[in-house]
């Protein structure tokens, strides 16, 4: 049986794709003025436990620092400068904590995908924590937030303490036993880079009773292909591209 399923179709990727600097409240507030009601962001911890929003594990790309970000404390990282990378108007943005977002999240009604990035060698234990958060800060909450991983033992860890917190598992490529340890994980989706989906790979996954979403889909053939298809959710970065009321 499918699980019952609340969250809309389209997910804005990191707040607002490329549009404003990803994984900065800047560009979650963007995604919401372009009507999504829905996100995925990256957490991962900092040297002190804090579960902290980034996708990468070293800082250069997108912040105004070098080094592994979670070697350093979150009263180093809440100095960075996580926006002058993407462009001068976003210049001094601060990098977020998870629990900045999920505030703003709850406070808007809107929907969150937290996929926990844990730096690796901390996978259990980024999911334990970003497990424990999530099920605080969502108490009472009618929808609670969708964690993702492409780590196993982050969801295992996310399980731990936050059982009642829906999980997905993510795959770039389809490796042996995957969907025996979503299973085992009591996942209720699978989320799939997207030119993995066709029609036998949907109706086996839809008939073991999960649900289909895809990353990260940013032309119109390829989002029409899955909705032809009849996947669940769409994760793009084309926020100014795709109606979320599509």
Not at 59 to 88: K, Y
Request: net charge negative; glycine share 10%; aromatic share 8%.
């Amino acid at each position: 049986m499918t699980t019952p399923w609340p969250y809309p179709r389209w997910i804005a990727h990191r707040g607002a794709g490329k549009l404003a600097p990803e994984n900065t409240l800047a560009a979650f507030r963007l995604g919401a003025q372009h009507g999504y009601r829905m996100f995925e962001c990256d957490a991962k911890l900092s040297a002190d436990g804090v579960p902290f929003l980034m996708h990468d594990a070293t800082l250069q790309r997108t912040t105004n620092s070098h080094g592994t970000g979670g070697d350093l404390a979150w009263s180093v990282l809440a100095q960075l400068d996580a926006g002058g990378w993407h462009s001068r108007a976003h210049a001094g943005e601060p990098l977020p904590t998870l629990e900045n977002l999920a505030r703003y999240c709850i406070a808007n009604g809107y929907f969150l995908n937290i996929e926990i990035k844990p730096t690796p060698g901390l996978e259990d234990k980024t999911g334990q924590v970003v497990g424990e958060l999530s099920a605080r800060l969502w108490q009472g909450q009618a929808v609670q937030p969708l964690f993702s991983s492409f780590k196993p033992d982050a969801l295992a860890g996310a399980r731990a303490t936050a059982p009642h917190i829906p999980r997905a598992l993510l795959l770039d490529t389809l490796w042996d036993g995957c969907f025996d340890v979503a299973r085992d994980l009591g996942c209720v989706a699978i989320v799939c880079n997207h030119a993995l989906w066709d029609r036998a790979l949907v109706a086996q996954v839809k008939a073991s009773g999960l649900r289909t979403l895809s990353y990260t889909v940013n032309d119109d053939w390829a989002a029409q292909r899955l909705i032809d298809l009849g996947t669940d959710g769409i994760i793009t970065d084309r926020v100014d591209l795709f109606s979320p009321a599509g």
